[in-house]
């Protein structure tokens, strides 16, 4: 955790904020424990903040802190006047930590816990002569099996493949196919549901372990869209104009933007609850509000990025892009006639119940209604410099991910430690 923290205080950001304060000696210097706009949070923000003294005007080094605070700081760096520090309830970080680690309980590291062999499932079917039951069997070399009227597959992840199997290596002659194929989508998807693998959250392995868990997937497929996505801008650099391109730019950019606004609401959370995985991960969540703050004009936020602002971003480029065929740039205006509206008729004191009702009606009225519901796609532009800062942001991004599952290890094994000390 020193390590960590030590890295925030020679970060970029913490550097710029130490030059546009007067820091005196033996201030009191916090940092945020909430880097990212907090939009529908369930969880409230713990109380518990780093913080490190100031041992010389303008000079801040370690030990970190933790200062317990009744009121939110919603800047990521905020000093306190060292007149002003007696007033706060402060502890060593070692202490903290200690005070801590019992409280983690077993659930939170079902994230970076060992992910276990795929278990197998059934699900009955009815309705379907010769079939009463499909079956997931991992360990069977054929991909589909029809035994004692089951259909046993060996795989899940595909719907198409494994009804081609069917098809191709049972025969019709066995059971009743055309009902199968009307129950088989929903039989599947409930056999993909049902079936399980288990995590065992006591196992995370050590930082250097390749131990398969649900933050190992999330960073390995999060790396590789970043990859792709740093590959798919160079060559948009390289031609602008090719919509081909562009338009795989904002697929990449879109669907890593959905799945980090989920992974980052939830380690926000986490942290939320659990002040010591803050700890751990301070130094990444400090360098990605950095990247998000220097985006072309602030468009997700400086002194707090949105997430949601962020996504919006993308989602608009991509909607313009992709939605191109009422991609007008401007809203039209009809001048009509004088005769236009035959026979119009004004409604009066309607029923309460028929006030949906339109009050004028006229000739041409339903046409009027199917000419309301053409809309264009909102024209959101990009500035320049936006692609090449959202690499940085995916980089980053990656990099929190990375940090949560190391954070997740070092605290199993201090709780490890701990429960052997109360032995």
């Known amino acids: 955790m020193n390590e960590q923290f030590d890295r925030v205080l020679t970060s970029d950001a913490f550097k710029t904020w130490v030059q546009s304060e007067s820091l005196t000696t033996d201030d009191l210097v916090l940092v945020n424990n909430s880097f990212l706009f907090r939009e529908g949070r369930a969880t409230n923000k713990s109380n518990k903040y780093l913080g490190v003294v100031a041992r010389a005007p303008g000079e801040v080094s370690g030990p970190p802190c933790v200062v317990t605070i009744g009121s939110g700081i919603n800047v990521q760096f905020k000093r306190v006047a060292a007149r002003q520090v007696p007033a706060y309830e402060i502890v060593e970080l070692e202490t903290a930590v200690a005070d801590e680690v019992p409280h983690l309980g077993e659930i939170v590291f079902s994230l970076a816990g060992r992910i276990g062999d795929a278990e197998p499932a059934e699900i009955g079917l009815t309705g379907v002569r010769g079939v009463s039951a499909l079956r997931y069997v991992p360990t069977q070399s054929e991909v589909v099996v029809l035994v004692s009227n089951a259909i046993s597959l060996s795989r899940l992840d595909d719907l198409d493949a494994a009804w081609s199997a069917i098809q191709s290596d049972l025969s019709e002659e066995e059971f009743d196919r055309q009902a199968l194929g009307e129950r088989f989508e929903t039989a599947f998807q409930a056999l993909q549901e049902g079936a ?100 072309p004009f602030s468009l997700v936020g400086k002194a707090k990025p949105s997430l949601e602002r962020y996504r919006s971003v993308i989602a608009n480029a991509r909607n313009q892009a992709f939605h191109d065929v009422f991609a007008f740039d401007h809203p039209f205006r009809v001048r009509l006639a004088s005769e236009a509206l035959r026979a119009p008729e004004l409604s009066l004191f309607r029923e309460h119940n028929r006030r949906g009702d339109p009050a004028l009606t006229f000739e041409d009225r339903e046409l009027v209604e199917l000419f309301e519901s053409l809309t264009r796609t909102a024209e959101r532009p990009v500035p320049l410099g936006f692609w090449d800062g959202n690499e940085e942001v995916m980089a980053t991004v990656v990099d929190v991910v990375r940090g949560l599952r190391r954070s997740l290890i070092v605290a199993r094994a201090d709780t490890a430690a701990a429960n052997d000390d109360l032995r």
């Not at 399980?196 to 398969?212: F, K, L």
């Not at 868990?213 to 999060?222: F, P, V």
């Open 196 to 295: 399980r693998r288990s995590v065992d959250p006591s196992d995370v392995g050590g930082e250097n372990d390749d131990v398969p868990s649900i933050l190992a997937s999330i960073s390995a497929r999060m790396e590789e869209q970043a990859v792709v996505y740093a590959t798919t801008l160079k060559q948009h650099r390289e031609d602008p104009d090719d919509s081909e391109i562009y338009n795989e730019l904002l697929r990449v950019a879109y669907n890593f933007a959905d799945g980090a606004r989920a992974f980052l609401a939830l380690t926000v959370g986490i942290c939320d609850l659990k002040p010591v995985v803050f700890w751990l991960t301070v130094f990444e969540q400090v360098e990605l509000a950095h990247r998000f703050a220097k985006l």
